[in-house]
């Protein structure tokens, strides 16, 4: 698989919902970051940190607008509208993320959302989720 | 030029303070959008954005720390650290933005900045400048 490959099976496997999927393409090393939050390091703290986003929503769209892979191949980045869906409304995030790739697994990633128009739509849901 | 190189001597012109190469770059009918705020249409739009923030501002740094073009060669993807040095300190954006390429011209372009995290830092600097 390409690393254009691999992201896009990545934000599949978020809209199929596919915890298993999402765990087994990133390295046991990852570091996540919601920019400019503190990163998340490492699987089991990504883990943690979808668990509860999958449990949560009804269903997910990580719809990609745009994407490019850098000239060496190891980075992807995307412009992305991410959408989560609970019982009582649906959150969109506009956003875009980067990914970094080696040995076939995303050993990198950070979004840039709006941090403050993603708690404006959690607020108004009643504070269901967090983000 | 390919529509990296437009892309980076853009960001050069940021740097270079050169506000004829800035406009000089876009399209009459650009839209610049930092988003989720409304985009603004238009060269004289975006050059009454970018004319008080060459003002107000000592020195700027465009920061690329990674770009990739779409396979169609349209658009140009990057994540950035922008920095606006004003006389009484920094702000510092760590951003992505997405740049289409029309005709040798930036016809689109879109920032993903973290807009809270921009505010703090403007308050904290006394509300100089605006964003």
Redesign the interface.
């Known amino acids: 698989m390409t690393s254009e490959d691999i992201v896009r099976t990545f934000c599949t496997s978020w809209e199929s919902r596919d915890l298993a999927a999402l765990l087994g393409a990133v390295s046991e090393d990852l570091v996540y970051q919601n ?2 939050r503190p990163p998340l390091v490492g699987k089991p703290a990504f883990e943690a940190f979808i668990g509860p986003i999958l449990a949560a929503t009804r269903a997910i769209d990580f719809i990609v607008k ?6 060496d191949g190891k ?5 992305r509208i991410d959408r989560l869906h609970y019982a009582d409304g649906t959150v969109e995030v ?5 990914f970094q790739i080696e040995g076939g697994l995303i050993v990198r990633w ?1 979004d ?6 993603v708690a404006a739509q959690f607020a108004a849901l009643g504070g269901a989720g967090g983000d």
Do not use: F, N, Q
């Open positions: 920019v400019p745009s994407l490019a892979t850098s000239a980075m992807v980045l995307t412009e506009p956003l875009m993320g980067i950070r840039y959302p709006d941090s403050a128009h």
